[in-house]
């Protein structure tokens, strides 16, 4: 299973990862439009990020969250209704949403940000799934 | 499957839905069965919207024009109005899937309700309908089918093999997709053969369940609206709308809609385990904390708690749910109540043998077909529960009117050659369940008198098998020719009124304000239980305008709710009345102040309660309440708590020393008589209507109802 890692201690919370991410699948250099989120919280970085646990799956009502051949949980949007529960029952915080698109949004561990990071905080890894 | 004639064919353009409104809506009239049908589209004005708001209300506006004052319900004339509200269809927040039916009912011969889930109201507004009305009667069964996507309205003949639930659901599922994905985005009204004899007639309406790949069906159950669809010769109504997106109700604001529901998510997250469990266990999880409080029915409303309910608590039930499904009636609902039993085999029956998912039982059902009958095995209701869908039976009068047939058994009021060889004592799983069956083709002349109903049955009983009547009037457990649901009010006073002071008979949706009133003891008033059942009818039938579930309402609260407010206040749940106001005014784009609410609610509240009067009804005389809902009317129901009665008596200023049980009953009801009258006078009072119950001009006035119609029928009685 593939998904991305951060790594808290290396984060200086610049907000490089956010802006290539939102501009990469927004189109528009907006953090809340963002696949990840770094915040600052009292000096140090509060990362979200989808891990990829996958809990979303069984709550959406309409089937329109699976994992791909990757072990990444992608969204069908043509599926989806925007109901946002998979927000709401997300254990990590890391499905996000905007009005100004259909569906919620999630990472989907495709490195973009891994670039863009300049100190290295970030890196998609791959779990084998165990036995 | 059957073949399907095409005997009508309208187009229309599907109106676009603006800030929740489509601002039309649909009638079809199938004549007198004279084969000729007609279609046609009218416009909702601004002052329908500002006067009605939506579902129930547009429901009885519309209906009013339909009818007159002497209409019955198997009148061509009458007909079923289904309307979900401004709301209806929003994904963002949970349960706003919620649709009104409103129809004369063949019970009570005045204006029903009857509320379902379901996909049929979110789909018919992105059809381009606020409403859709069916009137008249066809000569041979129809469907009626509304394709969303085309613009166009169908009426086919068809003679199914089975005219049952679950079959015609399953069939019109597979007949209007063009594939597996597509079954989705159609939505099934249906009925069933009891309903062609039975006034109990359910309506059901589908969703597609993707995981379980199979069609469920959510009720309106009461009222007798699937004996109206029947009666009509309607086999289902169907509407398809594909790819919905939710943004169809085109909200004034997305960003607030999105970010109320996903708060509401989150919230019914982290509390519904440690609050109502309705993700694992559905309403069912009441069974317990009703019978810790002596509320459960328990054989006919004699008592209130059974050494047997671990048989069926909320463990019992959580074991026979299936686990972890998004178990929501409409898109967006976390609270997922709408369980589901998967693999069960029937065990009696036509369907014998077949393994079926039963959607349910809920706490109406568990305790109807269940308790109230003296039967604590979770297998038999779950049985009861897929015929009493499959055949359209409401299972709230369905159980609460053989819990009567049982009594009236017990008592030797009718025997076993009345029942045509059944023993019908409470707990008889096996000849309570043939009596289900035997009512689902009316053969049978003892089943087609049950299927009439608890005030029907009083008189066949008494004029036909010699039952005394006047303990058939003292037991019978019902208001305005409806059936009471699952709560036992005895010991509430004010819940007296929450059920038998309602618009349309005693059913749960106007107030539940037991734990207020009798465990709490935030009431202790008259004017006080007065205003409780002013304040909660009115908030509540809001739900009903807007097309909106309670249950996200309070069975979740905010973790702080009890912390921030007290008593009452807490009661209302104020963060989710919030809620509400801001999901209203973020589809409408029209600021509500929950003053306004109530206002909105009050109108149509009153205008129900003079249609009612137009039909005959509405006055004080109507609004009867058997013995049996104030107090214990036999002695083994005194002495199973003979203290607590004793105290009951002393709190009224009668000494119980040296009584026989018999006197202290009969003191305690005409203590109680009393306080009724006191408490309709008071609620009267607060309601803005006379003395005899009929709204005053002031208050019609007052609400901007004063129309000449509504105005000419309650001046004579002014």
Redo the contacts between chains.
Sequence with gaps: MKFLKPLLDKCVMCGACMSACSKAWAKKDDPEMSRISVKNVTGLPDIRVCDQCGGCI??????ALQRDKNGVVQIDR?K??????C???CPSASMF???DT?SPFKCVACGICVKACPEGALSVVEQKKEG | MEQMKLLAEWKYTPAKVHRGYARQYLSVDLGKKDGVFTCETHPVSDEMIEKFTGGRGFGLRILWDKVTPSSKWNDAENAIIISGGPVCGI??YPGTGKTYSVFLSPLTDQTYNSNAGGYFGPFLKASGFDAFSVSGKAERDVVIYIDGDEGAVRVYEWAPENRNSYFVTEALHDHFSENEDDK?NISVVSSGEAAEHSWWGAMNFSFYD??RRVARLKQAGRGGGGTVLRDKKIIALVVKKR?????ENDPAD??SL?KI?????????QNDDTQSLMRKVGTAHLNLVMNDYDLLPVNNFKFGRSEDIHNIDPDAYEKLFTQ???D?CW????M?CAKAVDGYEIATGPDKGKKVTVDGPEYETAASLGSNVGIFDPLWTIETNYYADHYALDTISLGTGLAFVCECYELGLINKEHTNGLELKFGAKDDLLELIHRMMDGKDEFAAAVGKGIRKMKEIFSEKYGADRSVMERIGMEGQGLEVSQYRCQESVAQWGGYFLTLKGPQHDEAWVIFMDMVNKQLPTFEDKAEALFYFPNFRLWFSLAGICKLPWNDVEPSDNRIRYRGIEAAKVPEHVQNYLDIYTAVTGKPLSKEEMILQSERVYNYERVFNLRMGKGTREWHNIPDRALGPVFPDEWNVRADYFDGRLREAGIAPEGLPVEEKIVKLLEYRRKEWEKLVDAVYKRRGWNANGVPTLETLKRLGIDFPEVVEVVKPHQ
């Design positions: 069984a709550v959406c009502p309409t089937m043509q989806c209704t925007s109901c946002l529960i927000v709401g029952f949403f905007h009005a259909d | 994904t963002q989705r993707p995981r790819d919905f997106s939710g943004k997305l960003a999105q529901g996903a708060k509401l998510h989150l919230e019914i997250r972890g499904y998004a929501g898109y967006g609902c976390s997922a």
